[in-house]
């Protein structure tokens, strides 16, 4: 079922540079959970410190009954197995085909046969949709296809938790819109907790059970998805509407007077957005991203997807009661 990961009150600095301190969260295990937050806010230096690439200052993870922090090498070598990483730039070997890119991992950490390898090699490839590129070099495909070939990297060592840092950068709309299907089927598809780090809202409110929002050095939530998505709290608003008035500012942090009178004007009710959306708490909660047809859905899945169609249900009786009636009530989507 994956495993879960605790964190407890993490802190981490370089020097004196404070990167986010006291963040405590826990990821369900299983789940796909998502952690937003602008460039520069550290997410990346979270990651690594989740594989003890980098060392807090201080605060737990527990995984597995072990604080990940207080691990020597030898037994952090052991909990790293239970980890697949895809890079933001897939960090495959230029100089390598993509078969031997992704049997990589199967060779320097097992002795399984060629004759195995193969086999995992082409169960994964196939998975993420790239059988037929094995003797493709990485420079010769697509940013997608890169992207693609690294996840089929991290998955061949059957990982109970699979980190994504910024799986979406660089890639075009539709792009985007196929890797999120595959991160979806994916869950649907293998055992394992799935934590995505990206700045790019329209994945974050389509594909996890849950959302966190790194901001100004805290994480200033952390919680089922649709909480987040219908939160009064003005960072955690801004930043999922992608609106300019709010706490967030171009280089990131704003003057103190500017914000006050941003958030006095939110408070005024004057707050649509980019598209002449409402606030926060209206700008609705948009349906899921379910796994393919064909894919067999666990039973969590299988909740989820009742779920949704209950949701949808409503959805289309209200938009059904509003145009009977020739109002314009409240938003449809904020159900
Ligand atoms: N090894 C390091 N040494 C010193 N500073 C670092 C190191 N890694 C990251 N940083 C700093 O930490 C901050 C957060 O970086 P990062 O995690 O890459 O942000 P994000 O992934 O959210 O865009 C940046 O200011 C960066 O310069
Ligand atoms: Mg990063």
């Known amino acids: 079922m994956g495993v879960e990961i605790c964190v407890e009150g993490l802190t981490k600095s370089f020097g004196h540079q404070v990167i986010w301190q006291d963040v405590s969260l826990t990821l369900p295990a299983g789940e796909i959970s998502v952690l937003l937050g602008p460039s520069g806010t550290g997410k990346s230096v979270f990651l ?3 594989v003890g690439l980098l060392k807090p200052d201080r605060g737990s993870i527990w995984i597995d ?8 090498e030898h037994d952090l070598y052991e909990v790293r197995k239970l980890f697949g990483v895809l890079f933001q730039d897939g960090a495959l070997f230029g100089s390598m085909d993509l078969y031997d890119n992704i049997a990589f991992p199967l060779r320097e950490h097992t002795r399984k046969s060629e ?5 995992i ?3 994964k490839m196939d998975m993420v949709g790239l059988l037929g590129a094995e003797g493709k070099l990485p420079g010769e495909i697509s940013g997608g296809m890169r992207k693609r070939a690294g996840l089929a990297r991290a998955l061949v060592l059957d990982p109970e938790i699979i980190l994504f840092d910024e799986p979406d950068s660089g890639l075009d709309p539709v792009r985007v819109a196929y890797l999120n299907q595959l991160i979806v089927d994916l869950n649907a598809q293998i055992d394992a907790t799935f934590l995505i780090v990206t700045h790019d809202i329209a994945s974050a409110r389509l594909v996890p059970d849950n959302i966190g929002l790194l901001f100004r050095r805290e994480l200033v939530m952390f919680g089922p998805r649709e909480e987040l998505l219908s939160s009064g709290e003005p960072v955690v608003g801004q930043f999922l509407n992608g609106r300019m008035q709010g706490p967030i500012g171009m280089a990131e942090e704003k003057d103190a007077a500017q914000v006050e009178q941003e958030l006095a004007e939110l408070d005024a009710g004057n707050h649509r957005g980019p598209k002449g959306g ?8 948009t349906p899921r991203l379910l796994p393919s047809e064909g894919i067999v859905r666990p039973p969590r899945w299988e909740e989820i997807a009742e779920y949704e169609e209950k949701m949808q249900r409503l959805r289309d009786l209200r938009a059904a009661s509003k145009g009977a009636v020739g109002v314009d009530g409240p938003g449809v989507t904020g159900i």
């Open 121 to 123: 090699v082409l169960e």
């Open 278 to 285: 409402k606030g926060a708490s209206g700008a609705g909660v």
């Open 65 to 72: 009954g072990k604080d990940v922090t207080r691990l020597r």
């Open 48 to 50: 690594k410190t989740l």
């Open 115 to 119: 004759r195995e390898i193969r086999q």
